[in-house]
Antibody, heavy 118, light 110 residues
């Protein structure tokens, strides 16, 4: 069965960096676009970034552009999110999800919590 | 990119039908047939319920249906059941090749 397992979350000080990973299994990872979606405590879903199946294109939400970088390693079936210059408003559960065609998220991970606090 | 507009809450009795709206602009909802709907129970990851306006993934009940008119998409849940109580989010592809989510709607089964 399809599994997406995020890791790398934790508590980090404002201005510091963190790298999230998402290990995929149960499907042909290299054939799928992938994306990150976040949810601040008690708030709604916010789209973060997408990367095409071959890594050739990447798009970001304005709120993270220039600070976050999405990447993937198809040889290791793993998706990444490098988060720099973190702010309090980046505190959220970060979900990785598949991104078919028009970014339809058919499968989701369980999420990893990132807390930005001094 | 501003979030799509959804009602904060919708409620209905078991067996009734409810409809959740999702309003955007011509740069997102109105410009593409790429609207999806997600269900999220507390503490859980979202689940895809509808994609490309009106298509149901395998395994999703046919009590869930989607439609679109102009800049507004809608999700209808018929034969409301207790297990349908959850938060629902719409999303749309945008002209900037990004994705935007709706503000979310809490569905309560009375």
């Amino acid at each position: 069965q399809v599994q997406l397992v995020e890791s790398g979350g934790g508590v980090v000080q404002p201005g510091r960096s963190l790298r999230l990973s998402c290990a995929a299994s149960g499907f042909t990872f290299r054939n799928y676009g992938m994306q990150w979606v976040r949810q601040a405590p008690g708030k709604g879903l916010e789209w973060v970034a997408v990367i095409w199946y071959d890594g050739s294109n990447k798009y970001y939400a304005d709120s993270v552009k220039g600070r976050f970088t999405i990447s993937r390693d198809n040889s290791k079936n793993t998706l990444f999110l490098q988060m720099n210059s973190l702010r309090g408003e980046d505190t959220a559960v970060y979900y990785c999800a598949t991104a078919s065609g028009d970014y339809v998220a058919s499968w989701w991970g369980q999420g990893t919590l990132v807390t930005v606090s001094s | 990119q501003s979030a799509l507009t959804q009602p904060a809450s919708v409620s209905g009795s078991p067996g009734q039908s409810i409809t959740i709206s999702c309003t955007g602009t011509s740069s997102d909802v109105g410009g593409y047939n790429y609207v999806s709907w997600y269900q999220q129970h507390p503490g859980k990851a979202p689940k895809l319920m509808i994609y490309e306006v009106s298509n149901r993934p395998s395994g999703v009940s046919n009590r869930f249906s989607g439609s679109k008119s102009g800049n507004t998409a809608s999700l209808t849940i018929s034969g409301l059941q207790a297990e349908d109580e959850a938060d629902y989010y719409c999303s749309s592809f945008t002209s900037s090749s990004t994705l935007v989510f709706g503000t979310g709607t809490k569905v309560t089964v009375l």
